[in-house]
């Protein structure tokens, strides 16, 4: 083999000009180009058209490789959801505390919905640069109503985690037309052996509780009480 065949045949497969240079966005850029579901290390250093071995700087695995996506789906459009939920809660609300937290409710409920097949693969955490203003907002004005910070901030994870929940939630629901536990229950309530047996449990799902339809409401209700229980511990 001469020198030119033996350089022709090391550079192919390369992009012209060169190795590609590539940083967490451009793998999330890339990742974002496939099917979460099929995707792998493998397809995404395929996407770039470089070697597998060059993620592993950035990210370790597939489970770390969804957690990126998921996080940027959730950051991308969470800004504007909250600036909109805002507005609408304090037209609305009188207490500006509660419509701040109800804002941020909303806007990480949607988020969460957003990430789609995702959602289990997310959490906020101190790398969710884009919530950090709305929290330090949100926060400001429990402090401005009295509350102090302790009592702020365990209220503030606590409507995230139900917001965050009733999120996944509706995903679950999105992807199989119903949420698991109104099929699992209305599943064995037609097994039950007469009609008159758990007759609160049917009330409740003849009701629809917990189905999609009645999503908004649960929603509701559930930030509500969030909202109630800290009213009550408000100076």
């Known amino acids: 083999m001469t020198t030119d065949q033996g350089t022709a045949s090391s550079s192919k497969g390369r992009r012209r000009g060169g190795p590609l240079r590539i940083d967490r966005i451009k793998i999330v850029e890339a990742a974002r180009r496939l099917d979460p579901q099929v995707m792998t290390m493998q397809a995404v250093a395929d996407e770039l058209g470089v070697d597998r071995k060059a993620l592993n700087y950035h990210v370790t695995d597939r489970e770390g490789l969804l957690r990126l996506v998921a996080a940027d789906v959730f950051e991308s ?61 949100v926060l400001q004005r429990m402090l401005d109503a009295g509350f102090d910070l302790t009592t702020a901030g365990r209220g503030l994870i606590t409507i995230t985690r139900t917001a965050m929940g009733l999120g996944r939630d509706a995903v679950l629901a999105q992807q199989s037309g119903e949420h698991p536990q109104f099929r699992e229950v209305s599943r064995v309530l037609s097994r039950a052996t007469g009609d008159d047996e758990y007759p609160a449990l049917r009330g409740m799902a003849a009701a629809g509780l917990n189905s999609p339809a009645d999503a908004t409401a649960q929603f509701d209700f559930e930030v509500g009480l969030v909202l109630d229980a800290l009213g009550r511990l408000a100076p």
Request: charged fraction near 15%; charge should be negative.
């Open 77 to 137: 459009g969470f800004s504007a959801l909250f600036t909109s939920a805002l507005a609408r809660a304090d037209q609305r609300i009188p207490e500006a505390w509660q419509s701040g937290l109800h804002a941020w409710a909303v806007a990480v409920r949607d988020s969460m919905v957003s990430t789609g097949v995702l959602a289990a693969y997310y959490e906020i955490d101190g790398t969710t640069l884009a919530v950090f203003e709305p929290v330090e907002m």
